[in-house]
């Protein structure tokens, strides 16, 4: 491979070597991935007739348990179903030998899998009494558009050749609002962080290692919504376990799991544990629109506007002649009942395609105006943009990049330079030592979102936020003033979207050209809004 199958970045850098193929790791979005990939001769050589043996009974007992774990959280997403509405139907890729099948029909679905392995559809459909197992790929067995409500891969999106084709391919088959459910190994779980090279799910039949940010931009990029990720549980035994490391040898591990097999009683080992071993759960929303390579790449601005008679007209104009390559660009404008004649200039763009406008009948800040736009907006990303001229619509291009090419999830526009002499922040021509106790504040409040929040932002607190509009999923907000900064940044930042900056084009208003910042008063929700958003309930799954 020469480019990234998930992003297309051209940079994979070598990080050490595994079995027989080295392992890259994409520079742009991530991605760790062996390369070259394993022949189809080694591949067969691993997945071998051993390789799909039943297990004991045990073992079946085991992952049956945990496909009800799974089926519960799928459960959970879909919510209540009034009696008598249709089985669901769920389709199971990687079926192995039925266990999630046999739970899932037990629960009332109907169910379809698919599998490669001859043996394993065997086995399956002789458990399930009817031949619910087609053998083959997602590709070779084609299946209908739109026919299934659930599609589950338990363990399987790292063994395959093309994960974005195949997720590509399930949002085809699910039906809009469909759910998927994936279970996989995560570089981010805390096995994987302690055992580096030596991680037990490094195998030479996993081809692609995800992490959080990497499935979660595989699935927005596929046509999937609303991810939500949690730690993988998974019902194990001490014996499972043990016989694992047997059969997968990881030196050190498989020596200690021999010795530990031999100190614990027989009834210890087959205990049934629920463990957080080195996955995650991924379930995410089956959009209406098709995957992004079909499509142009959606921007939803999100313009707060409260007495900007003079500067609206300009930037809306400008907004409105903007055009970015490949970008569908539409605009939420949040009128709060301006004073100064504002509403009429807005008026006359509320019939403008691609503009949606929600009045509001007084000004409650600008954080609730935001919110309220936030709650409005549609596009695949979100930029907020102030009805004034201190930022350069020219920026946007710069910024929706890195998103565009699958590098961040988040980007804030930075008004520093690149060297840390050069402020953009504050400088009024004729309020010189206004602007002086400004930028100290600014360097006071970064330094305590840096400490707090423990990144190394320069400019947390820039109004150019652009980010993935899915990265808001779960998360809620209550902010009304410019504490709503501090909000949205510490939450996703929390959330682990980590922000790059990008330098942009600022120019600062004055007080008296009408700043709405109020410098008395807004200072104190600052501090107290970025304790209280570090440690409130993010109401998101971990992530
Ligand atoms: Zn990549």
Redesign the pocket.
Known sequence: MHR??????DHLVYQFTHSTTPLVR??????LMRNPQPSDAELAAIYNEEYFLVPDEDAEGLKRRTAAGYLDEIEARIGTRSAGSPALRLLELGSGFGNLLVEARARGYDITGVEYSASSVRIANERLGAPCVLQGTIDSVSLPDASFDVAVLADVIEHTRHPLADIEQLWRILRPGGVLFIALPSLDSWSARLMRERWMEFKLEHTFYFDSS?VQLLLTKSGFEGVEISTGWKTLSPEYIIQHFKRFPVPGLTGAARMTRSLLPPQVRRRHLRVVASGINVVAIRSALPPLKDRPHRLSVVMPVFNERSSFPIIMNGLLAKSIPNVEIDVVVVESNSTDGTREEVRKFERHPGVKVIYQDQPRGKGHAVRAGLAHATGDYVLIQDADLEYDLDDYDQLLEPLMG?AAAFVLGSRHAGNRRSWKIRAFTNQAGLSQVMNVGHVFFTALFNVVYGTRLRDPFTMFKVFRRDCLHGLTFESNRFDFDWELVGKLVRAGYQPIEIVVNYRSRSFAEGKKVSFFRDPLTWIRACFKYRFVRLGKKAR
């Open positions: 990234c199958p998930l992003c297309d970045g994409c520079d742009r979005c991530g991605l990497t699958g």
